[in-house]
């Protein structure tokens, strides 16, 4: 495939891409910040919990 006929195919594909995207995100309120899905997670206390034993 020469090197025009690809960058053209890529170009449509990008521009197709972008009406999708558009497409889908239409009729949001307010574009999500990325920074705003950080979970900070250093307060938690997370701890590991195996499967418990069962005295009988």
Do not use: A, Y
Not at 27 to 32: H, I
Not at 39 to 54: A, C, F, R, T, Y
């Amino acid at each position: 495939m020469p090197i025009r006929h690809q960058s053209v195919t890529n170009q449509m594909q990008v521009e197709e891409l972008t009406c999708l995207f558009k497409f889908v995100t239409k009729g949001k309120q307010k574009v999500t910040d990325l920074k705003e899905n950080i979970i900070d997670w250093s307060n938690v206390d997370l701890e590991i919990q195996g499967p418990k034993s069962q005295k009988n």
